[in-house]
């Protein structure tokens, strides 16, 4: 497996030929869109332009929304993370090359206890961590403690161009303790390359 971010939340995981789209967005974020194509694209929020933005031809088949799904022997299951006025906001698990996969989104808050007890030790959880509107990183350290993944990728902090305010991606580390970790330009794993111990892993876009 292969996982590639762009910025924000949006992330590119690559088993052989499938590809799963996490997030996509469009220019108004100050940042480059993500160009490629999918097996299958799932969205946390439907802030996201949808289905402006959203083709079955660059981005496979499309997933919004609490349910349960299987495309192409990937499974995702979905949960209503908040409940705000004209929005969908989801949070999902994801089983992709027998790796359990969870995303928060940009979540303002922790989700129900259904959804954590299912999100308990994932093998990769994808994180907010710039703070600012979205979750503070004391909230998403408590977490990530619940749910005791064993890797951690953040993500929606501060890159450059983002047009909106987000804290840099130290304040995270700090905040749960692992100041050291060092950037890197995308991750190569398989399930039986996972540690035991708690990794925390930090992509450049």
């Known amino acids: 497996m292969v996982i590639n971010w762009y910025g924000e939340g949006c992330f590119r995981i690559q088993s052989g030929d499938t590809t799963l789209k996490v997030d996509p967005f469009d220019s108004s974020t100050g940042?480059?869109?993500?160009?490629?194509?999918?097996?299958?694209?799932i969205f946390t929020d439907t802030n996201y332009p949808l289905p402006d933005s959203a083709s079955e031809s660059e981005d496979g088949t499309i997933i919004v929304g609490p349910?349960?799904?299987?495309?192409?022997?990937?499974?995702?299951?979905g949960w209503q993370a908040e409940a705000e006025k004209e929005k969908i906001k989801s949070i999902y698990l994801v089983n992709f090359e027998d790796m359990r996969l969870g995303?928060?989104?940009?979540?303002?808050?922790?989700?129900?206890?259904?959804?954590?007890?299912?999100?308990?030790?994932?093998?990769?959880?994808?994180?907010?961590?710039?703070?600012?509107?979205?979750?503070?990183?004391?909230?998403?350290?408590?977490?990530?403690k619940q749910i005791s993944p064993k890797i951690i990728i953040p993500s929606f902090f501060s890159v450059p161009n983002l047009k909106r305010k987000a804290d840099k991606i130290s304040v995270f580390l700090d905040?749960?303790?692992?100041?050291?970790?060092?950037?890197?330009?995308?991750?190569?794993?398989?399930?039986?390359?996972?540690?035991?111990?708690?990794?925390?892993?930090?992509?450049t876009v």
């Not at 480059?32 to 194509?37: A, S």
């Not at 349910?67 to 299951?77: A, F, H, T």
């Not at 950037?183 to 992509?203: A, F, G, R």
């Open 31 to 41: 940042l480059t869109p993500p160009r490629f194509k999918a097996d299958l694209t």
């Open 67 to 77: 349910g349960e799904y299987e495309i192409k022997g990937i499974q995702v299951l």
């Open 103 to 144: 995303f928060l989104g940009n979540l303002k808050s922790i989700p129900k206890a259904e959804a954590v007890e299912e999100l308990d030790g994932v093998d990769i959880l994808f994180v907010p961590a710039g703070g600012e509107s979205f979750a503070s990183q004391a909230s998403i350290g408590k977490l990530i």
């Open 175 to 203: 905040e749960i303790g692992k100041q050291d970790t060092k950037p890197q330009e995308k991750l190569t794993i398989k399930k039986k390359e996972l540690s035991q111990s708690m990794q925390v892993i930090v992509l």
